[in-house]
């Protein structure tokens, strides 16, 4: 199975701040690399996949890049409606696999 | 608007077996990959189980974890998802979402757009 490390495993930063994530896949999965958001008590969001791409929905702000196993994830100009749990997940090959997630709080 | 509406959690014995659904709107399961991913209290995400679309002759795949104990599965004329999960264990406990996926460029197929889960309790 493909493992997904994912770091840190949470963050503080302030409204305005620039944040950035990372993933590694234990071994390549070339740009299949999804991320997601998720608040407390909600179901996640999709934010990214084929490591860079933006679901329609979702702001500018984010932006991700990163291919074979070295992946991130950033945030620019962090907003109050960002601090949530960021997950990504490779979808490379069976069995899917989440990192553990990166709690982004405030500081 | 696409809508995914999960039902079917609840308090089930270690042992036990449940079924859950997700019924949708907006969209023909049929047509679509769908995903089960579990949430256990205050961990992260792990993905259960998949059944790919009409065109791949609804193929599934599970995680070692539940293979051989969940059975996913679709009901076209119900336009529903459903997950069967038996010999349940105290860690089976968590909010089981079902969710939406979508293919990349390269025909690998990703999860697009979740539902909002239903909680499974496994205890005596």
């Known amino acids: 199975d493909i493992q997904m490390t994912q770091s840190p495993s949470s963050l503080s930063a302030s409204v305005g701040d620039r944040v950035t994530i990372k993933c590694r896949a234990s071994q390549g999965i070339t740009t299949h690399i999804a991320w997601f958001q998720q608040k407390p008590g909600k179901a996640p969001k999709s934010l990214i996949y084929?490591?860079?791409t933006l679901q329609s929905d979702v702001s500018s702000r984010f932006s991700a890049s990163g291919y074979g196993t070295d992946f991130s994830l950033t945030i620019t100009s962090l907003q109050a409606e960002d601090f949530a749990t960021y997950y990504c997940?490779?979808?490379?090959?069976?069995?899917?696999?989440f990192g553990g997630g990166t709690k982004v709080e405030i500081k | 608007e696409v809508q995914l509406v999960e039902s079917g959690g609840g308090l089930v014995q270690p042992g036990g077996s449940l079924r859950l659904s997700c019924a949708a709107s907006g969209l023909t399961l049929s047509d679509h990959y769908m995903d089960w991913v579990r949430q256990a209290p205050g961990k992260g995400l792990e993905w259960v189980a998949r059944i790919r679309n009409r065109d791949r002759r609804d193929t599934t795949e599970y995680a070692a974890s539940v293979k051989g104990k969940f059975t996913i599965s679709r009901d076209d004329s119900q336009n529903s998802l459903f997950l069967h999960m038996t010999s349940l264990k105290t860690e089976d406990t968590a909010v089981y979402f079902c969710?939406?996926?979508?293919?990349?460029?390269?025909?690998?197929?990703?999860?697009?757009?979740w539902g909002q889960g239903t909680l499974v309790t496994v205890s005596s």
């Open positions: 084929a490591a860079s």
């Open positions: 969710a939406r996926a979508a293919g990349d460029r390269d025909g690998h197929y990703y999860v697009a757009y």
């Open positions: 997940q490779h979808y490379h090959t069976y069995p899917l696999t």
